[in-house]
């Protein structure tokens, strides 16, 4: 049975940091392109960063410089650290693997996370 367990999420003040995350069973992390994405309040997913199966993270615009992909193949884990915590990236997150085959930053998920609530306050 595949779990992606998420962890990490809370409440954090304007310019602050947080650690999710995302550790998987059932598969393994390090053979595929895991992603993080986010909902926030009335609007739809967002693709936020993503790892592939060579390692090579990406960002969306919004975030890049300030988030930070990573993965420990060991613990079959995936992190995003989130430094300079803005308002706006108040959501909540998800993470997710990739359908084989898709690219790193597809929404075509196989499997995805239950969410966690990160909020930004000002």
């Known amino acids: 049975e595949v779990q992606l367990v998420e962890s990490g999420g809370g409440l954090v003040q304007h310019g602050g940091s947080l650690r999710l995350s995302c550790a998987a069973s059932?598969?393994?992390?390090?053979?595929?392109?895991v992603t993080w994405v986010r909902q926030a309040p009335g609007k739809g997913l967002d693709w936020v960063s993503c790892?592939?199966?060579?390692?090579?993270?990406y960002y969306a615009d919004s975030v890049k410089g300030r988030f930070t992909s990573s993965r420990d193949n060991a613990k079959n884990t995936w992190f995003l650290q989130m430094n300079s915590l803005k308002p706006e990236d108040t959501a909540i997150y998800y993470c997710a693997a990739i359908l084989y085959g898709w690219a790193c930053e597809s929404d075509k998920f196989e499997y995805r996370g239950q969410g966690t609530q990160v909020t930004v306050s000002s």
């Open positions: 059932g598969f393994t992390v390090a053979y595929r392109n």
């Open positions: 790892i592939d199966s060579d390692g090579s993270t």
